[in-house]
């Protein structure tokens, strides 16, 4: 079984930064991504970043050129730092883990709150 912590989020002004981090627990087999997902009320869920096994990064659109995800593969954590946060970045943040090799397995974290606000 596989647990996923996240750590970070809370309050961050407008412009500010966010540092969020998530470590996978357990038995972690055949890693194939991790990253995050967003959810704001009221709208479906939005990839934030993940990265790969090989190190390969991947960004939402919404969040492109002001994050940075990075891994440390000896502890199976992932860290996102995100620049220049507005409100609409205001969304629970959930940490997620693919593995397999074929058809992937989804392990998700509780998630984070993070919110925008002056």
């Known amino acids: 079984q596989v647990t996923l912590v996240e750590s970070g989020g809370g309050l961050v002004q407008p412009g500010g930064s966010l540092n969020l981090s998530c470590t996978a627990s357990g038995s972690v087999v055949d890693f194939y991504a991790m990253g995050w997902y967003r959810q704001a009320p009221g709208r479906s869920a939005e990839k934030v970043a993940f990265?790969?096994?090989?190190?390969?990064?991947d960004y939402g659109d919404s969040v492109k050129g002001r994050t940075t995800i990075s891994r440390d593969g000896r502890e199976n954590t992932v860290y996102l730092q995100m620049n220049n946060l507005k409100p609409e970045d205001t969304a629970r943040y959930l940490c997620?883990?693919?593995?397999?090799?074929?058809?992937?397995?989804?392990?998700w974290g509780r998630g984070t709150q993070v919110t925008v606000a002056s």
């Open positions: 997620n883990l693919k593995t397999g090799t074929g058809e992937l397995e989804n392990h």
């Open positions: 990265i790969s096994s090989r190190g390969i990064t």
